[in-house]
């Protein structure tokens, strides 16, 4: 089976700009979070989304957003993006809520220019 | 004052020591993470535990809730252990996960 896979892998904007970022999670997994990680930091919590529904979400401000589809991908979008928005952007999936096993895929390298 | 915190942020190691990496907490939890982080991003879960010890490999993690303490101890370390090995801490039925800064651990041979 296939792990958690993300796209694409490396991305340049430049301020103001919007950006898309997805994610699909190992077959199975209903559950999806998002992460973001700045050079040199441990990550931090953006979203989680089970079942298609929020269920989390972190200190991020309204300029993030994200959905899951029925399949149980997730699209993580930035808008008005910032310099500070540089960062890894890393997605897990699990099979649920409640504490179980996360499974990550390798992130999202975000440069804004 | 982060709620998670890791010590040392950075180890060196020779092959073949005993590597001991720590992990306080400041607030209560239904679960601790070990993670592993290589170089280009990729995150390894290794452990999720909520209470006394779990054993994997070369791989030991151990918790004391009433401490709110956590180690991580790899045994006979290689130089493929070298990561940043990364303690988050969730507190309730969702991901948001609270992660300390990391450790990084070099292994030389």
């Known amino acids: 089976d296939a792990g958690v896979t993300q796209s694409p892998t490396h991305l340049i904007k430049t301020r103001g700009q919007q950006v898309t970022l997805r994610c699909s999670p190992i077959s199975g997994h209903k559950s999806v979070s998002w992460y973001q990680q700045v050079l040199g930091q441990g990550p931090q919590f953006i979203f989680q989304?089970?079942?298609?529904?929020?269920?989390g979400r972190g200190n991020f401000p309204d300029r993030f957003s994200a959905r899951q589809f029925p399949n149980y991908s997730s699209e993580l979008n930035v808008n008005a993006l910032l310099l500070g928005d540089s960062a890894l952007y890393l997605c897990?999936?699990?099979?649920?809520?409640?504490?179980?096993?996360?499974?990550f895929g390798s992130g999202t390298q975000l440069s804004v220019l | 004052k982060n709620e998670v915190e890791q010590s040392p942020q950075n180890l060196t190691a020779q092959e073949g020591e005993f590597i001991t990496i720590n992990c306080s907490y400041s607030v209560g939890i239904s679960a601790l993470h070990w993670l592993q982080q290589h170089p280009g991003g990729g995150i390894v879960s290794l452990f999720m535990l909520s209470s006394g010890k779990k054993k994997h490999g070369r791989l030991i993690a151990t918790i004391n809730i009433q401490e709110k303490h956590s180690s991580l101890h790899i045994t006979a370390s290689h130089p493929r252990d070298s990561a940043v090995y990364i303690c988050a801490v969730s507190g309730g039925s969702n991901y948001k996960l609270t992660f300390g800064k990391g450790t990084l651990l070099t292994v030389n041979p």
């Open positions: 989304y089970y079942e298609k529904e929020e269920r």
């Open positions: 897990a999936s699990s099979s649920g809520t409640h504490n179980e096993k996360l499974f």
